[in-house]
């Protein structure tokens, strides 16, 4: 039942950001249009040539960053356990985490008669 409500979860989610996606692609459709009826067709191309140049800028900085980024915040989160992260059971990854802060690793405590 819990991966079926997760399946649910994540269904959802990607319903509204391709819901999200579609609307806001009309409307740069409309809008691209009737900015195209006002203005002159020498403002028209700088237009278009800003927009291309705005969105390969776009494309550019979102390429891999989003997916790198959570790739690695969640390796350093889970670094120095040596349990995997269990999502219905947040409290059982969290064994070797330090007592205030669930992200912050604990660190190795020495005794004073230890070597190194």
């Known amino acids: 039942m819990g991966e079926n409500s997760s399946a649910i979860y994540v269904a959802r989610g990607a319903s509204y950001l391709f819901i999200q996606n579609m609307a806001s692609t009309i409307i740069l459709i409309i809008a691209f249009a009737l900015i195209a009826r ?3 067709q020498a403002e028209m191309g700088i237009f278009a040539t800003l927009t291309l140049i705005v969105g390969i800028c776009q494309l550019i900085a979102n390429l891999g960053l989003p997916c ?3 790739k690695f915040i969640s390796e350093y989160a889970n670094r120095g356990s040596n349990v995997p992260y269990d999502a219905s059971n947040p409290t059982r990854s969290q064994k070797n985490r330090h007592p205030t ?3 912050i690793p604990r ?3 020495r005794t004073p008669n230890e070597t190194h």
Do not use: D, E, M, Y
């Open 38 to 40: 006002l203005i002159s």
């Open 68 to 70: 790198a980024a959570t």
């Open 101 to 103: 802060h669930p992200t």
């Open 107 to 109: 660190k190795a405590t």
